[in-house]
Nanobody, 120 residues
């Protein structure tokens, strides 16, 4: 599975951005698509993710501002980011956790990072 992320860029505080990530390859079973972010010197952190059954998980810092969604027919996950803050500045990584066929485990996949910069 390969992940290709789109979007990102520079925006003023209070603005909005939308990230998209298309997954190329076989995706099936109970899988998760989502987004992590990382700033220099810090660990990569979960931003938001959505399981194939619709369950979502958000970092506390983005609840109420960011919305994760997915189009299963297109194997694409989106991250709508509203009311952006300077502290949201980071490299955002698309993420997928996909079960291996006939195996009792799943594999993590990562897309290339996309820079999001929020100016104050």
């Amino acid at each position: 599975v390969q992940l290709q992320a789109y979007g990102g860029g520079l925006v003023q505080a209070g603005g909005s951005l939308r990230l998209s990530c298309a997954a190329f390859g076989r995706i099936f079973g109970r899988n998760t698509l989502g987004w992590y972010r990382q700033v220099p010197g810090k660990e990569r952190e979960l931003v938001a993710a959505m399981v194939s059954d619709g369950t979502t998980n958000y970092a506390d810092s983005v609840k109420g501002r960011f919305t994760v969604s997915r189009d299963n027919a297109k194997s694409t996950v989106y991250l709508q980011m509203n009311s952006l803050k300077p502290e949201d500045t980071a490299v955002y990584y698309c993420y997928a956790n996909i079960p291996v066929l006939f195996r009792n485990y799943a594999i993590d996949y990562w897309g290339q990072g996309t820079q999001v910069t929020v100016s104050s």
